[in-house]
């Protein structure tokens, strides 16, 4: 780029910028006048802006491949069909389990039909799935316990072995510490930052069967449940949208349990008391890493996977068939609900 120079002069009355003669008669090109000088910065500093700006086109910008947060998710739906999928439950109920053992079953095969087609938190999940990989030389597998309070998403991306050449399934995960949703159970300024919840297309509330199965704790456990369920419905977290299924996780420390039913405990129970004020409640057995060997690890999972792939297909070929246009979850609007 040629570069053009501006002139200055700083001497009262003279000419030379308009053209005439030098005030003292000084030739201003041999650099001898004491207020004649060209400038050239400001034009070295649009040559700079312009390469800048030309660098930055044709960068290409990488993922961190850590978690994202709820504002990060629209690099996700503002390019693919998604679904968002909140887990609920307390610590150690085993959400962050599961998020692991589908990361690490999908990384060893497909899930039967459901094939791995990448993820844009690939880093986000291996964190989550160290402590069961023989690098962090633990002696048996386990989780590591997630932190924050606020929610942040995992991004999974699948395809049927029937459609390998059409556009896979995306979902977003949802993660956050047990502890807050502890304590949102008691306080409705908790519970109301939990907004994000409205947004769901599926929620997976899980209860600890390992706090089930030791019969000093199961009481509590189950009423804790209960209330959380109670006090997001009062707060209009949850509503007539809501697609919540109720999972009992570890289901191998009450494989056996025959003091135990869950029909009658979990099932009735929860129906009787929540059916018809939400807009779906259905239930499932999960084992992700079962200690039993009469319960086989992953057991539970397919199923689950199964149904969030099996619901967002029939809601796209509602769309295609003339059916909503759009989901009403406020999750599409990218912006959190109102409530």
Not at 119 to 126: L, N, P, Y
Request: a neutral charge.
């Amino acid at each position: 780029m040629e570069t053009q120079t501006k002139k200055i002069c700083h001497q009262p009355g003279c000419k030379i910028l308009e053209g005439g003669s030098c005030l003292e008669s000084i030739d201003v090109t041999k650099d001898e006048c004491p207020h004649f000088y060209l400038d050239s910065k400001n034009d070295e500093m649009k040559d700079e802006k312009i390469n800048e700006q030309t660098k930055q086109s044709t960068s290409i910008k990488l993922f961190t491949g850590r978690e994202l947060s709820f504002k990060e998710t629209s690099i996700i739906t503002n390019r693919y069909d998604s679904k968002l999928i909140a887990i609920v439950g307390e610590s150690k109920s085993g959400k962050t389990t599961l998020l692991a053992e589908y990361y690490i079953n999908l990384q060893k095969q497909p899930i039967k039909e459901y094939y791995f087609a990448g993820s844009k938190t690939q880093t986000g999940f291996e964190e989550r799935c160290f402590y069961a990989t023989v690098g962090s030389k633990a002696k048996k597998p386990d989780t590591g316990r997630t932190q924050s309070r606020e929610f942040s998403f995992l991004h999974l991306a699948l395809k049927h072995k029937d459609e390998l050449d059409k556009e896979p399934t995306h979902f977003l995960i949802s993660d956050i510490s047990g502890e807050t949703f502890r304590e949102a159970k008691r306080s409705t300024v908790l519970m109301k930052d939990l907004t994000i919840l409205k947004a769901a297309d599926f929620i997976l509330f899980i209860i600890d069967g390992e706090k089930i199965a030791t019969k000093e704790t199961r009481p509590v456990t189950l009423e804790d449940a209960k209330t959380f369920i109670q006090k997001a419905l009062d707060e209009n977290i949850f509503d007539s949208n809501t697609n919540l299924k109720v999972a009992v996780s570890k289901w191998d420390f009450l494989h056996s349990d025959t003091t135990f039913n869950f029909a009658d405990k979990i099932e009735r129970v929860f129906k009787e008391r929540f059916e018809s004020k939400l807009g779906r409640l259905e239930f499932t057995k999960l084992a992700a890493r079962s200690e039993n060997a009469s319960v086989e690890a992953g057991f539970g999972l397919y199923d689950l996977l199964k149904s969030w792939k099996t619901e967002f297909t029939n809601e796209k070929a509602s769309e295609i068939s003339g059916g909503k246009q759009h989901s009403n979850r406020a999750f599409y609007k990218y912006s959190l609900p109102n409530i």
